[in-house]
T-cell receptor
Framework: QKEVEQDPGPLSVPEGAIVSLNCTYS??????FMWYRQYSRKGPELLMY????GNKEDGRFTAQVDKSSKYISLFIRDSQPSDSATYLC???????????FGKGTTLSVSS | NAGVMQNPRHLVRRRGQEARLRCSPM?????VYWYRQLPEEGLKFMVY????????ESGMPKERFSAEFPKEGPSILRIQQVVRGDSAAYFC???????????FGQGTRLTVV
């Protein structure tokens, strides 16, 4: 089992939809969780950073971490065509040195 | 405040040549991470460095690959005697301290011909 798993998609939604992106992870030591957005042939851009369980909101984006089920989510409200990208989730333990990434979910928002 | 700077953005090398990839972290950041990304694959950790020290190189191939982060200047990822399988996008990230947000550069796309 891979440490971080994501459905690769593609996920296609109309403009204005609420998008739910999800990851599962296997390492119970993970404490830090991040979501990145990556446009084609660009570097990953940090969207959300959360520590331990709970919710965090930033504009149209909400990150949720449920450590009991080892499940992390990113919600995008009022999705825009500019949100079309690959979304990468990552986890890290307190003692670990590396972020462990999922393979990413490709999102397409049509106008 | 400039972000993480990587150069070159694109690098073409013939088999057997050396590739040098450079990464300047964000101002005030002393932690540098290198990742490799293959098509349809996620980001794979290679090495974690602090100034003048390699902290974790567990993701680095044992041969031909090396990394450094000198007291002055950028971090360097060096690949000796490149092979076609080294063709990938190489990304550098930096953070001010451990266990905080890590910010990525735009990457270097290495093509081995």
């Amino acid at each position: 089992q891979k440490e971080v798993e994501q459905d690769p998609g593609p996920l296609s939604v109309p403009e204005g939809a609420i998008v739910s992106l999800n990851c599962t992870y296997s390492n119970s030591a993970f404490q830090y969780f991040m979501w990145y957005r990556q446009y084609s042939r660009k570097g990953p851009e940090l969207l959300m950073y959360t520590y331990s369980s709970g919710n965090k909101e930033d504009g149209r984006f909400t990150a949720q971490v449920d450590k009991s089920s080892k499940y992390i989510s990113l919600f995008i409200r009022d999705s825009q065509p500019s949100d079309s990208a690959t979304y990468l989730c990552a986890g890290k333990s307190q003692a670990g040195t590396a972020l462990i990434f999922g393979k990413g979910t490709t999102l397409s928002v049509s106008s | 405040n400039a972000g993480v700077m990587q150069n070159p953005r694109h690098l073409v090398r013939r088999r057997g040549q050396e590739a040098r990839l450079r990464c300047s972290p964000m101002k005030g950041h002393s932690h540098v991470y290198w990742y490799r990304q293959l098509p349809e694959e996620g980001l794979k950790f290679m090495v974690y460095l602090q100034k003048e020290n390699i902290i974790d190189e567990s993701g680095m191939p044992k041969e031909r690959f090396s990394a450094e982060f000198p007291k002055e200047g950028p971090s360097i990822l060096r690949i000796q005697q490149v092979v076609r399988g080294d063709s990938a996008a190489y990304f550098c990230a930096s953070s001010p301290v451990a266990n905080t947000e890590a910010f990525f550069g735009q990457g270097t796309r290495l093509t081995v011909v």
